[in-house]
Each structure stands twice: as C-alpha cells, then as structure tokens.
C-alpha cells in the first residue's frame, strides 16, 4: 500500500510559481509511474502531467506544456511539480497519483494510489 501526500499549494497572483511536492510513504516509489491531475470548480478531475518510474518519459497536457514541468527523486519518495506562469484558469485541487505500472499514462483510471489534494488558487 502506498500513502501519498501532497504539498505546496497556495494562493498565488497570476504570472507567479509554485512548487507542488508529493511525498510517499509505505512502499518506495521507484517502480510506480507517477502523475499529477487537478480539478478546478465544478470541473472533472483532468490530467496535468505524468513521469515514467526512471524519469526516462514524461507526458504533459496540451494546457501546461512549456510552463510545468513534472520530476521525481526516488530515493526521496519524492515528485514535484513545478508550475510557473500560472493563469487563473489552473486554479484546482491538484492530486499526486501512482500507478503499478512503471510507464507514464495521462488516465487517470490507471492510477492505484492517490492523495488527498492540494489546493492551488490563482488570482487574476
């Protein structure tokens, strides 16, 4: 069983960064993919980005391309998700995933293991 919990969000004004973390416990991460998704208000869950369990792929949204940037440390137990130019639009809950398979997938129903959430709010 893996137990995952997210960190790093905030309020931030438009334009701004952040750096979300998610950190696991229970079972080392090194043969989990790992992924992001977010949901906004009244929004499904959607996927963000994705990192493969050696960090060889990643897969982004067509949304944050060129501004997010997913990597993980294993020997940490560690993903991050660096978000920058943030537009009010990524305002979400964003959610750490880990799936058993160690490629990156953008589906969220191939995903095992979740967090509770973090909130990120970007104000225009």
């Known amino acids: 069983q893996v137990q995952l919990v997210e960190s790093g969000g905030g309020l931030v004004q438009a334009g701004g960064s952040l750096r979300l973390s998610c950190t696991a416990s229970?079972?080392?991460?090194?043969?989990?993919?790992m992924g992001w998704f977010r949901q906004g208000p009244g929004k499904e869950r959607e996927f963000v980005s994705s990192?493969?369990?050696?960090?060889?792929?990643?897969l982004a949204a067509d949304s944050v391309k060129g501004r997010f940037t997913i990597s993980r440390d294993n020997a940490k137990n560690t993903v991050h998700l660096q978000m920058n130019s943030l537009k009010p639009e990524d305002t979400a809950v964003y959610y750490c995933a880990a799936r058993n398979s160690g490629g990156a997938s953008t589906s969220l129903y191939s995903y095992n293991y979740w967090g509770p959430g973090t909130q990120v709010t970007v104000s225009s």
């Open positions: 990192i493969s369990w050696n960090s060889a792929a990643t």
């Open positions: 229970g079972r080392t991460l090194s043969g989990y993919a």
